[in-house]
């Protein structure tokens, strides 16, 4: 599912414009983001819950050339999927 699918699910259940629709999408996902930046958590009950984790510096290696490289730290999104998602998904 794109992003465009979940505008078009909005216009086609709930009876809101394209431009509404898409109003509530980027609300939802800039919402996200800025919650992502603070490294807080977002939880959807049944669903599953989404934290920010911190990597380390690393030395890595280019695949192309074999070189070393430095790694720098950084931080990224992890979701971990929920019970009931679970059961839902292996249930079919």
């Known amino acids: 599912m794109k992003k465009s699918d979940l ?3 909005l ?3 709930k009876n809101l414009t394209e431009k509404q629709a898409k109003d509530i ?3 939802m996902f800039k919402g996200f983001i800025n919650e992502f ?3 807080g958590r977002i939880e959807i009950r049944g669903f599953g819950s989404f934290t920010v984790r911190k990597y380390k510096a690393y030395k890595g290696r280019n695949p192309k050339t074999g070189n070393d ?3 720098k730290p950084k931080k990224m999104p992890f979701f971990k999927v929920g019970r009931e ?3 839902m ?3 079919k």
């Open 69 to 71: 490289v430095d790694v």
């Open 11 to 13: 216009v086609d259940k």
């Open 89 to 91: 998904v292996d249930s």
């Open 7 to 9: 505008i078009a699910a």
């Open 25 to 27: 999408v980027n609300l």
């Open 85 to 87: 998602l679970k059961k």
């Open 37 to 39: 930046k603070k490294s």
